[in-house]
C-alpha cells in the first residue's frame, strides 16, 4: 500500500512519511537493504526529522553494519537528544 501511495502522490511534501512506513515495512520483511534505501529517501527528504535516523540505523543494524547504526543513531540525537527511539 506505501508503494502504492507513493505512485499516487506525484511528489508531494508529505511523501517522506510513506516512505518511512515502507521502510519500517520492509524491515519486517527481512528486506533491509530497501529499507535502508526508504529510510535514507526520508532523511533525503526531510533532513531535521529524527524518525527518518532511527529508520535508517535500524535497517543498518539489521544488516549487521553496527558501527554506521550507531553513527547514525547519534546524527539523530543531534537533532532531538530526547528521542526514546535513539537510545
Not at 502522490?9 to 515495512?25: H, I
Not at 527481512?30 to 531535521?48: C, L, N, S, T
Request: one cysteine or more; hydrophobic letters at 35%; a negative charge.
Amino acid at each position: 500500500y506505501f508503494s502504492r501511495g507513493l505512485e499516487m502522490s506525484a511528489g508531494r511534501p508529505s511523501d517522506y512519511l510513506l516512505y518511512s512506513n515502507r521502510s519500517a515495512a520492509f524491515c519486517q520483511l527481512g528486506d533491509y537493504q530497501r529499507a535502508f534505501q526508504d529510510a535514507e529517501m526520508v532523511i533525503k527528504m526531510k533532513p531535521e526529522w529524527p524518525k527518518g535516523y532511527s529508520r535508517r540505523a535500524q535497517a543498518l543494524q539489521l544488516m549487521h553494519k553496527y558501527h554506521e547504526a550507531i553513527t547514525t543513531y547519534i546524527d539523530g540525537l543531534h537533532l532531538e537528544s530526547d528521542n526514546e527511539l535513539m537510545m
